[in-house]
């Protein structure tokens, strides 16, 4: 399967990336300027060698010549971004890892667009894709270093049951990463919100944590 990235240039999409590839995934890392993609996917092979070979980096107008395209631009760009590549993305998948957080004081809070969520905005702009949403509380750090044991939970929300079931695969498909059905976009404000409460807690408890699920066998 082919994963392209835009914004792959940023901790989170350079990581995703990065872990992707050494799974056997095909990645276009995409960016606005195809020099600085080049740059950063240099500097992940330097460090990481062939496990990494499966990354070209690319602008991101290519990087959206893929079966699942990751969002992974700055948040408050992400509805931009979607609107600006609305007619490359007619008919795939689509995952917004947006959480868009302003921090007052030591508290982080969601900024939410009209339609509820960055997801459901983004579903709106681009109605003729497959918007899912995944990887909101994963630190960036957790991806990028593939020496790592991945410790991480992921819940993928999206309407269209293939698409969800689909990202969940690829989800899985990264060892150690669990990956859960959130159920259909309504959801994904849940998981928006929760990541300013996350990093709220981390910088109010110094601590460095992320989603893991307790219960389950
Ligand atoms: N960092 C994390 O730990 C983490 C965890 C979970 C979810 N997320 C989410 O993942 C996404 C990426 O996070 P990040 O920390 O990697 O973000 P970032 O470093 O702020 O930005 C990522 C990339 O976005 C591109 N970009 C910046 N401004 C843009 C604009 N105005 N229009 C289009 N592209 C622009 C840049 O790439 P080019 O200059 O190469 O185009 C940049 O390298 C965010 O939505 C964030 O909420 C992050």
Avoid at 48 to 59: E, Y
Avoid at 116 to 127: D, N, P, R, V, Y
Wanted: contains cysteine; aromatic residues 4%; glycine residues 8%.
């Amino acid at each position: 399967m082919r994963i392209g990235v835009l914004g792959a240039t940023g901790p989170a999409g350079r990581g995703l990336a990065a872990r992707l590839a050494d799974n056997g995934f095909e990645v276009l890392a995409g960016s606005r300027d195809p020099a600085k993609s080049a740059r950063v996917v240099a500097e992940l092979q330097d460090r990481w060698g062939r496990r990494v070979a499966g990354i070209r980096p690319v602008a991101n107008h290519a990087a959206c010549d893929a079966d699942v395209v990751i969002v992974a631009v700055q948040a408050d760009a992400a509805l931009a971004t979607a609107r600006y590549f609305a007619d490359q993305l007619v008919g795939r998948i689509v995952v917004s890892m947006a959480n868009n957080l302003v921090r007052r004081g030591t508290e982080f809070n969601a900024v939410l667009p009209p339609h509820g969520s960055i997801a459901k905005e983004m579903q709106a702009l681009l109605w003729r894709s497959k918007v899912c949403t995944a990887f909101h509380l994963v630190p960036a750090a957790e991806f990028v270093d593939l020496s790592l044991k991945m410790a991480s939970d992921v819940v993928a929300c999206g309407d269209d049951d293939g698409a969800r079931r689909t990202l969940m695969e690829l989800i899985a498909a990264i060892p150690d990463l669990r990956a859960f059905d959130g159920g259909s976009l309504e959801n994904a404000v849940g998981m928006e919100t929760f990541a300013a409460v996350l990093l709220t807690i981390n910088l109010r408890h110094k601590v460095r944590a992320s989603l893991r699920l307790g219960g389950i066998p």
